[in-house]
C-alpha cells in the first residue's frame, strides 16, 4: 500500500538534517549526521528507511554548505535548504514544510501529509514507517487530515512523526528549536512497533557503537 495510491494525498517523508549536534562535537569540528554507521553516514541511513516506506523523501538541510545536503541528494532525496536552520529546529521543520507545500498549492493539489523524522535515526526500521503510513491510511478519509501518528515501543514514543495535512499551517508557524511538540500534545496515537531503533539517535561519538537495542 502506498501513501496517495488510495487518499488521493501525497505522504512525505521530511528528513530534519540542518543539525550538527553540540553535543557530538563541542568544537563543531565533526558533524554527527556525517558519522559513518555500517559503511554509509548517519543521515542516508535514516533516509533510506524512510525511502523504503514512502513515495518521496525530502531532507531539510541549512542553506550554507552542508556536506549532508549533498550525500543525501546522491542517495535520492529532495534537498530543501533553509536559511533559518540556524534558529533550531522548529524553524527548520516551518521554512521545509512551507517550501514544499508550496508546490502543491500552486497546482491546486491536497495538501500533504508529514512523516518527519529528525536525521540522527539510523536505526529506525522501514516497517516502523509503514506502520504509521498503513495506520493512517486505513483511516476514513475524514480523519486522516487531523490524524497524528507517533510510534511507541514498550510504552515510550518514538519517530518518526506522521501529521495529517490540517497540521500544515501549524507546522509553518514554528519556531525557534522546540519543533512541533507542543503543537501536537494531545493529539498523538500511539502505534505499537517492535522497534527499539525508533528511540536511538545519535547524540555522542559512543552512541554509534551501541546497536539499536542498547537504549540509553
Request: aromatic fraction near 0%.
Given at each position: 500500500m502506498t501513501a496517495g495510491a488510495s487518499s488521493g494525498t501525497t505522504l512525505i517523508g521530511l528528513l530534519l538534517a540542518a543539525g550538527?549536534?553540540?553535543?557530538f562535537s563541542a568544537d563543531g569540528s565533526a558533524n554527527k549526521l556525517m558519522a559513518v554507521l555500517a559503511g554509509r553516514p548517519v543521515?542516508?541511513?535514516a533516509a533510506a528507511s524512510l525511502q523504503a516506506a514512502l513515495p518521496r523523501v525530502a531532507a531539510a538541510v541549512p542553506a550554507s554548505s552542508?556536506?549532508?545536503a549533498g550525500v543525501l541528494a546522491q542517495a535520492g532525496c529532495e534537498v530543501v535548504a533553509c536559511d533559518r536552520a540556524s534558529e533550531g529546529m522548529g524553524a527548520t521543520l516551518a521554512q521545509a514544510v512551507a517550501s514544499l507545500s508550496r508546490q502543491y498549492a500552486g497546482a491546486g493539489d491536497p495538501l500533504p501529509a508529514w512523516c518527519v523524522m529528525p536525521a540522527d535515526m539510523p536505526w529506525v526500521h522501514p516497517d516502523?514507517?509503514?506502520?504509521?503510513r498503513d495506520a493512517w491510511l486505513a483511516l476514513p478519509p475524514s480523519r486522516r487530515g487531523r490524524a497524528v501518528l507517533a510510534p511507541v515501543y514498550r510504552g515510550m514514543r518514538g519517530n518518526p512523526v506522521l501529521l495529517g495535512p490540517d497540521w500544515t499551517d501549524g507546522l509553518t508557524q514554528l519556531r525557534g528549536d522546540e519543533g512541533a511538540r507542543r503543537l501536537i500534545a494531545g493529539h498523538?496515537?500511539?502505534?505499537?512497533?517492535?522497534d527499539p531503533g525508533?528511540?536511538?539517535?545519535?547524540d555522542t561519538p559512543q552512541d554509534l557503537?551501541?546497536?539499536p537495542t542498547q537504549l540509553a
Open positions: 550538527r549536534g553540540s553535543r543521515c542516508v541511513a552542508s556536506a549532508a516502523t514507517i509503514a506502520a504509521l498523538v496515537t500511539p502505534i505499537e512497533v517492535s525508533c528511540l536511538r539517535d545519535v557503537d551501541a546497536g
